[in-house]
């Protein structure tokens, strides 16, 4: 099945920096990878996809790559605030448009002033 | 168009007693997905449910756990004889066909 890992487990910036998180995945098969954004006490809300027929996303301040070859993609996170703060998940979807999705283990970030 | 609804958002039990957890899928949705979170871990996928049909349960415990979408009603989680162990967050999801919004979860404690 899909594995995958992320990358760092704790992220610390200040504000107006850039942040990155990185994940790898196992499966070459997957084609949907989605970002989640969880707060203290809440659902993960779903912040920016990418699918695999893309190299590049972006949605004001974040943005996502893919490198399907090397079976990576990233967060990128621009101008952050303090309300960036938060646990980020990357996810993949196995094959079908309709699967379940395999999380990575989410990066803590603060962003501070 | 409200979000997935979730209840209760908490719930106590001790051990042996049962809890059934709700997800009400936004309008429209026809896939409920089911996970669960273990503090400071990622959520692990449980089981994916259509209207009537349980399509891949592949994470669901073998025993004490089930799940339902029923044709009418929300879709219900189903924990038995719970243990400690079963202590969790459970969050729902649906989804039209590809992207999954998830509700606020059900944080369950057993005592």
């Known amino acids: 099945g899909e594995n995958v890992e992320q990358h760092p487990s704790t992220l610390s910036v200040q504000e107006g920096d850039s942040a990155v998180i990185k994940c790898t995945y196992s499966?070459?098969?997957?084609?949907?990878f989605p970002w989640y954004k969880q707060e203290l006490g809440k659902g993960p809300q779903l912040i920016i996809d990418?699918?695999?027929?893309?190299g590049e996303k972006k949605d004001q301040r974040i943005a996502v790559t893919l490198n399907k070859t090397a079976k990576h993609f990233s967060l990128h996170i621009t101008e952050t605030q303090p309300e960036d703060s938060a646990v980020y998940f990357c996810?993949?979807?196995?094959?079908?448009?309709?699967?379940?999705?395999?999380f990575g283990t989410g990066t803590r970030l603060q962003v501070t002033l | 168009n409200a979000g997935v609804m979730q209840n209760p958002r908490h719930l106590v039990r001790r051990r042996g007693q049962e809890a059934r957890l709700r997800c009400s899928p936004m309008?429209?949705?026809?896939?409920v997905y089911w996970y669960r979170q273990l503090p400071e871990e990622g959520l692990k996928f449980m089981v994916y449910?259509?209207?009537?049909?349980?399509?891949?349960e592949s994470g669901m415990p073998k025993e004490r756990f089930s799940a339902e979408f029923p044709k009418e009603g929300p879709s219900i989680l189903r924990i038995q004889q719970v243990v400690r162990g079963d202590s969790a967050a459970y969050f729902c999801a649906s989804s039209p066909a590809s992207e999954q919004f998830f509700g606020p979860g059900t944080r369950l404690t057993v005592l």
């Open positions: 996810a993949a979807r196995d094959t079908g448009t309709a699967s379940k999705l395999t």
């Open positions: 309008k429209g949705h026809s896939h």
């Open positions: 499966d070459s098969a997957s084609n949907y």
């Open positions: 449910l259509q209207k009537e049909n349980i399509i891949d």
């Open positions: 990418i699918r695999s027929n893309v």
